[in-house]
């Protein structure tokens, strides 16, 4: 069963920069999915970075697009969000997941389709 905790969120000025950490483990297959989502008040969750284990690629939403960056060490055990130049709309809980068995190309759009979570770590930026 994969394991994730979150940390490195706070608050923060418009147009500074913060970085989350996600500690991961118990990975048990060599194809899944890892992404950042995020959920504002009165908002759903939205995923806005994914890489796919294969590909190494990631996927990014336009709302953050050129601003906000996932990276990992190499086993994955630590992945981050690098977020720069930072917004109030920015402002939400951020949270890592993994969809631990993901064979095919690409990353789950929804967040059903991810079977672990971090337990969130809020984000603030003040205008």
């Known amino acids: 069963e994969v394991q994730l905790v979150e940390s490195g969120g706070g608050l923060v000025q418009a147009g500074g920069s913060l970085r989350l950490s996600c500690a991961a483990s118990g990975f048990t297959s060599d194809d899944y999915a890892i992404a950042w989502f995020r959920q504002a008040p009165g908002k759903e969750r939205e995923v806005i970075l994914c890489k796919n284990s294969n590909d190494r690629n990631t996927w990014s939403a336009n709302s953050v697009k050129g601003r906000f960056t996932l990276s990992s060490d190499s086993a994955d055990s630590t992945v981050y969000l690098q977020m720069n130049s930072l917004k109030p709309e920015d402002t939400a809980s951020y949270y890592c997941?993994?969809?631990?068995?993901?064979?095919?190309?690409?990353?789950?759009?929804?967040?059903?389709?991810?079977?672990?979570w971090g337990q969130g770590t809020q984000v603030t930026v003040s205008s």
């Open positions: 997941a993994v969809a631990s068995y993901w064979p095919i190309v690409g990353c789950p759009g929804s967040a059903d389709q991810y079977d672990a």
